[in-house]
Structure formats: structure tokens, C-alpha cells
């Protein structure tokens, strides 16, 4: 296990492994400046009335006399508790000092539901209605800030722990401001407030950096908008920290952002976090006549832009639970569900391909109307199959069906074993499914399961995961294709093949072919001691189970092996589709004892 850990080690980078030694020396001795900081948030109304000509856009209600928390609502007419968890009630100290508060509480459970009302998308619901001439919504607006600043001082409690959740905090803020247009002409009492925010992030960020995710980014933005922001508005030290940002968000474009447009978080959830961010990045600097960013970055995020159009059903907005899930979304302008990705989509690809993603009238060109960006007319080109090499996923799709292969390019530390999971479309439904994430602190069993691959529809072998889970964010022994064909298209069949070896010698080769109304699956076991289960997460339907073929009004799959079958069993299995949401799914598990081949044919 030592070797693995340094094996490990290695692999996050000798570079990222200092910015955490040094991060954690500097809050343990003091020497981190973070420690000593102090910030007083001036009174009165954060936002004055808006005053200029009403509009009457779509606004987000989720928080309209209810609260609304990882996409699920329950009627609530009182400003929330900062410190109460919506999870389990339980209370967060609030007195304390951020930093002499633990990262993980049993008492408390998982500290994001503390963290969920304090990201502030209630406040860009009500800059929404303000803007419509609602004056209760505008009443509401200050009076619920208000209410924040005296629960939350600089910096005692929680919810001053996590420097991306300040970062969140600030760039929502920010978009209400725009909203309203009051960014050039804003109340000393919020910039105060954004000023607290910076003060917070800019100790800390190199912290951020050395995680290789979004919380870089998420902090760079942050910076960038908040200090430019205060420079707008007369304080001289707004320049430094939008400097500081700046360098940032090209940096982490650069390293984060494959060339075909992959993150380096292999979790879509995430990958959207990322790139609201940078749209909400750009749709600042376009309307603040700031600098262009670098030729390299938007290269970056056309990219990323399309990478998510791929990933995301243009019939349903859904996408495949691929990777880490927290319920993180940015940009709250629309009361759609939570799962709906096209928004984000339809933004970025106005933005930074001047190309609308999608046809018709939906509400994913909501955004665009609030944010003062006509719709391009032109669209982008139509999806066909593809492998995005960099990342690690080949794409499959035809007239009738569409699907996505996972293979092992971990050049980041992945965070679930899900190597060859496969997520299989028809008509906008999801019919093979990932099982996502539940929680972060649920308890080990739902890390296990949630991020094990027993979530996944792949094969288990010998009972163990793909790769050792060394804590709750890391693995060990970073799986690599061992086997690759490229992806071939022969007239209406399409073919892929991937492969890898664990570190006990088990093999698993898995080839996909599709055709217009047929789907074939051909796994290849060997190196296993006792048994191996390919497992299949299916949707929820009336599946019937009849010898070795398995029927729904969906499609049918027949089962076919060169050895034995030793056991075919439609089981109970589990799946979180919204965060700490969990529902039963049927799954059907094929369990052999000896090396062979099996062949799964899917009719549709």
C-alpha cells in the first residue's frame, strides 16, 4: 500500500503536492496571511431599487416562497439558517474561525448541505423579479443579505471555510449587480462585501490550483470579475486581485482543458461547473469593455463547449452521471430541472463559437435574453461518432441511438472506477445508466458503492474494485488502456474497442458495435481467480427476464457466452441522480467462473 500511495503521489504531481504541504504549514503556524486578515462589511441595503424600464422575461421561482436545494424544492416563507444543514437539520459552529473548523463532521454529516443556501442562486432569482418590478422580490433581496452578513462575519463559521464557495457567493453577487445594472454605480455595503470575499481567496488560491478541478477555476473567476469590479468602482486594490484571477483562469484553461475538449474532473456535472464559469467570465468582460482573454483560452473553451453539446441529449437536456456528481450549478436563471444541461450548452456555444446549439424556442434561451446576448443564427454541425481520445471516451450514434464508452486516460486522478462503463441512449431516455455520486460524508458504504464499480456497467472482478480507493477524493493505481482499436465507421456499422489490465493481473477487453437497430457488446475475461459480473444499471421499466434474454417495451437483450453462464439475475440496485437522492433501479448481473466471452445483443 506505501508503494501505491507513492506511486500515487507521483502521478498528482511533485508541484501540486507542495502548493497542499505549503497551504496546510502556512494555516497550521500562522505564516499564511488568511489567518490574520479582518474585514468589517459596511450597513445598510446592498442593492439600491432598480430603476430603470421592467422587463418581462421567465424568472426562476425555485425560490418563491420555498426553498430549493439540489434541485428539489419544499415550501419554506423564512430566510434560511446559514448554519442549519438542509440535510439532516443538524447545526455548523458559527463562532468559530473557519479554519479551526474540521473538514468533516459526523455531528454535522455532509457540510455541503450547510453550504447549499449560501451559494446565493436565491439572490439571482429575486434580482430577476426586481428587474420584472416586483419590489417585494427587491425587499427580499436586501433583507435576506442583510440577514447573511449579521449570521456570517468575516470569518467565523463555515461558511467561510471553503474559498470556492466564497467564489461562488461573489460570482453570483456579481450577476445580480449585472442584473440590476448596478456593477459601475454599486452601494459601498456590497462592495464591501465583495471585497471580504477577495480577501478570503486570494490567500488560499494556490490550494485551489493544487486540486487540478474547478475549484481553480471557480476562484480565478472569482477574483477577475470581483476585482475588476472594485477597480469599475474606484478601489485601488481591485486591480491586483482581477490580475491575479486573470493569470489563473488562462492557466487553468491551458492545464485543465484537453484539446478535445475533456476536463480534467471526467464528470460532466463538473465539466459544466467549469464552463459556466468561464461564460460568466466572459459575459462580464464583454460588458465592462475589459481586455480579450488569450487566443489560447477561448481555443480551450470552444472545445470544452462542444465536448458538453455531445455529452448532453438535445431531446431531454439530460446527460450521462458520468464522474463525481455534488449538485453544483451555476448561472441559476431558469426554474428548469436541475439535469437540464442545454443551457449551459446553448450559453457557451453563443459565447465562444457564435453558433446556437439548439433550434426553437426552449428555455435554454433564457439565458441569453437576461444576459443581453442575441441568439446566433447559425448552428452547430450536427453530432456523428467520435473519440475524444484526450479524455477518454468514444461516442456512438446513429438515427435511433446513441451511446458512450469510458477508457482509462487518467492524466488527473479519476474518482470512481468506471473504466468501460458504457451509457446507452434511445429517444432521449437513458437506458444504461451510471449510478453518480449520493454524498460525499454518507458513510463509507455509499463511497464504496457510489464510487465503486458496482455503479457502473462494467465487469467486477474477484469481488474487488478496479482500483484501490486510498481516501475519500483519491485511488491508487490509475487504470491505462492496455488494448485500443480506433473507431471505425463502415457503412451503417460502427465499431470500438478498449481495453485494460488492474494490478491483479484481470483483464477486461470490451468491443461496441453499433447499427441502426442493434447494439453489441463483446467482453473479453481473463485473470480473474473465482468469478467475474458484468453488471447492467437499467432504467426503470417492466424488464422481464426469461432464460438468458432480457424484454421491456425499451428494447430486448439476449445474453451468449463461449463458457458457461453460472448465473443470470435481475437484482435491486441503487442510483442518485440529484445529490443525497437516492432511488432503486433494476440491474441485471451475468456471472461466470472461468475466462471467456460474452456476447450481449441489444434490439431496439
Not at 207 to 215: F, G, K, P
Not at 288 to 317: I, Q
Not at 567 to 594: A, D, M, N
Given at each position: ?30 505564516i ?5 486578515i ?54 455548523a ?20 448541505g ?13 434580482a ?66 465583495v ?20 475549484h ?28 491575479q484571477?486573470?493569470k ?48 489560447r ?6 472545445a ?32 428548469t ?27 435554454f ?33 446513429n ?38 455520486t ?80 442493434v ?13 467475474a ?17 432480457l ?19 435481475l ?28 456476447t ?5
Amino acid at each position: 500500500m506505501i508503494l501505491i500511495k507513492a506511486k500515487t503521489a507521483l502521478a498528482l504531481g511533485l508541484l501540486n503536492l507542495i502548493r497542499v504541504f505549503v497551504y496546510q504549514l502556512g494555516i497550521k503556524t500562522g505564516i499564511n496571511k488568511v489567518k490574520t486578515i479582518t474585514s468589517e462589511v459596511d450597513t445598510g441595503d446592498f442593492f439600491d431599487a432598480y430603476v430603470d424600464p421592467t422587463v418581462s422575461y421567465p424568472c426562476n421561482q425555485q425560490w418563491t416562497d420555498q426553498h430549493t436545494y439540489f434541485g428539489h424544492s419544499h415550501c419554506d416563507l423564512s430566510i434560511p439558517n446559514w448554519h442549519q444543514s438542509c440535510l439532516n437539520s443538524a447545526l455548523a459552529p458559527s463562532d468559530k474561525p473557519w479554519y479551526l473548523i474540521g473538514d468533516f463532521n459526523d455531528q454535522l454529516g455532509d457540510i455541503k448541505g450547510v453550504w447549499e443556501a449560501s451559494r446565493f442562486d436565491w439572490l439571482i432569482g429575486f434580482a430577476q423579479q426586481a428587474k420584472c418590478g416586483d419590489e417585494i422580490a427587491q425587499a427580499k433581496l436586501n433583507t435576506w443579505l442583510i440577514d447573511w452578513v449579521s449570521n456570517n462575519p468575516p470569518y467565523k463559521g463555515v461558511n467561510w471555510k471553503c474559498g470556492q464557495e466564497a467564489s461562488i457567493r461573489v460570482m453570483h453577487l456579481a450577476l445580480a449587480a449585472f442584473l440590476l445594472k448596478q456593477t459601475h454605480n454599486t452601494s459601498q455595503a456590497l462592495l464591501s462585501l465583495v471585497k471580504a470575499h477577495l480577501k478570503r481567496i486570494s490567500p488560499t488560491i494556490l490550494y485551489a490550483i493544487a486540486q487540478d478541478n474547478n475549484h481553480g477555476t471557480s476562484e480565478a473567476a472569482a477574483l477577475y470579475i470581483g476585482g475588476s469590479w472594485l477597480s469599475l468602482n474606484g478601489d485601488a486594490d481591485g486591480e491586483k486581485w482581477q490580475k491575479q484571477g486573470l493569470k489563473w483562469l488562462e492557466n487553468r484553461a491551458h492545464s485543465l482543458i484537453e484539446n478535445d475538449g475533456s476536463f480534467s474532473q471526467y464528470s460532466v456535472t463538473y465539466h459544466r461547473v467549469m464552463l459556466d464559469t468561464y461564460s460568466l467570465a466572459e459575459v462580464w468582460r464583454k460588458n465592462h469593455n475589459l481586455a480579450e482573454f488569450s487566443s489560447r483560452l477561448y481555443l480551450k473553451l470552444k472545445a470544452a463547449t462542444d465536448w458538453l453539446f455531445y455529452f448532453t441529449d438535445s431531446k431531454s437536456g439530460d446527460a450521462p452521471n458520468l464522474g463525481a456528481n455534488d449538485g453544483a450549478r451555476l448561472i441559476p436563471l431558469t426554474a428548469t430541472g436541475y439535469r437540464d444541461f442545454r443551457l449551459c450548452v446553448q450559453l457557451a456555444s453563443a459565447l465562444f463559437l457564435d453558433k446556437s446549439a439548439y433550434k426553437g424556442d426552449g428555455d435554454f434561451n433564457i439565458p441569453l435574453k437576461w444576459l443581453n446576448i442575441e441568439k446566433p443564427y447559425e448552428y452547430i454541425t450536427a453530432k456523428e461518432s467520435k473519440d475524444f481520445d484526450n479524455g477518454g471516451y468514444a461516442f456512438l450514434i446513429n438515427d435511433n441511438a446513441q451511446l458512450y464508452l469510458n477508457y482509462p486516460k487518467f492524466k488527473f486522478r479519476p474518482s470512481q472506477c468506471d473504466a468501460l462503463h458504457i451509457d446507452f441512449w434511445i429517444g432521449g431516455g437513458n437506458i444504461f445508466r451510471d449510478g453518480g455520486t449520493f454524498s460525499y460524508n454518507a458513510g463509507q458504504k455509499y463511497i464504496d458503492y457510489y464510487g465503486g464499480v458496482k455503479s457502473h456497467n462494467t465487469v467486477e472482478f474477484d469481488g474487488h474494485d478496479q482500483m484501490p480507493r486510498l481516501s475519500r477524493f483519491l485511488l491508487g493505481n490509475w487504470l491505462k488502456t492496455s488494448v485500443k482499436k480506433a473507431l471505425t465507421v463502415e457503412g451503417d456499422k460502427q465499431t470500438f474497442t478498449a481495453g485494460y489490465r488492474d494490478q491483479f493481473g484481470c483483464e477486461h477487453t470490451r468491443t461496441i458495435n453499433l447499427k441502426p437497430n442493434v447494439f453489441t457488446v463483446r467482453d473479453t475475461l481473463s485473470g480473474f481467480n473465482d468469478k467475474a459480473i458484468i453488471r447492467l444499471r437499467l432504467t426503470p421499466a417492466n424488464w422481464q427476464l426469461i432464460d438468458n434474454s432480457l424484454t421491456s417495451e425499451l428494447c430486448t437483450i439476449r445474453f451468449s457466452a463461449d463458457i458457461v453462464i453460472k448465473r443470470i439475475e435481475l437484482v435491486t440496485g441503487f442510483e442518485s441522480r440529484y445529490y443525497y437522492q437516492e432511488s432503486e433501479i433494476p440491474v441485471l448481473e451475468l456471472e461466470i467462473h472461468e475466462p471467456g466471452i460474452i456476447t450481449t445483443e441489444i434490439n431496439f
